[in-house]
């Protein structure tokens, strides 16, 4: 009678260690996220000039922020979008020049940000920045 105790002791401690073990993996893995990745940069150029309140036009307005960009950066994708805040008078729409870059650091994000606010007489550019996994197949 004793050593089937002592078996079933030695069964339901070995059990509970199994569902530790478990459980500290699954805790591990929820908490260990992959932040690995590239560092994708995402910058949003308004193209209302601040100081006059003039648009500018899409194309002129790239071509003095491409040449920016590519002082810190090997390459971008830019596209042209429509958006809108709430403002003094209500709903203020605006034209904005999106770009996305990769392999650069915050440092040359706020060079290129720096450099285009001051060009294009911006109040703000906002940036974003997210990793992810980036291939080029």
Do not use: C
């Not at 307005?61 to 491409?66: E, S």
Request: net charge negative; charged share 25%.
């Amino acid at each position: 009678m004793e050593s089937r105790t002592i078996t079933t002791i030695l069964a339901v401690v070995v059990v509970v260690e199994l569902i530790l073990a478990g459980s500290v993996v699954a805790v591990f893995l929820n908490n260990s996220e992959d932040h690995s990745g590239e560092e994708i940069y995402t910058f949003y150029v308004g193209l209302n000039d601040s100081v006059t309140h003039e648009d500018y036009d899409p194309d002129y307005a790239a071509g003095i922020v491409d040449e920016i960009v590519v002082k810190y950066a090997e390459g971008f994708t830019r596209y042209l979008a429509n958006g809108g805040w709430i403002g003094d008078d209500g709903l203020v729409y605006e034209k904005s020049l999106v770009y996305v870059i990769e392999g650069i650091n915050m440092d040359k994000a706020h060079g290129i940000a720096g450099e285009a606010k001051k060009a294009l007489n911006q109040s703000a550019i906002l940036i974003t920045m997210a990793k992810e996994k980036t291939e080029y197949y």
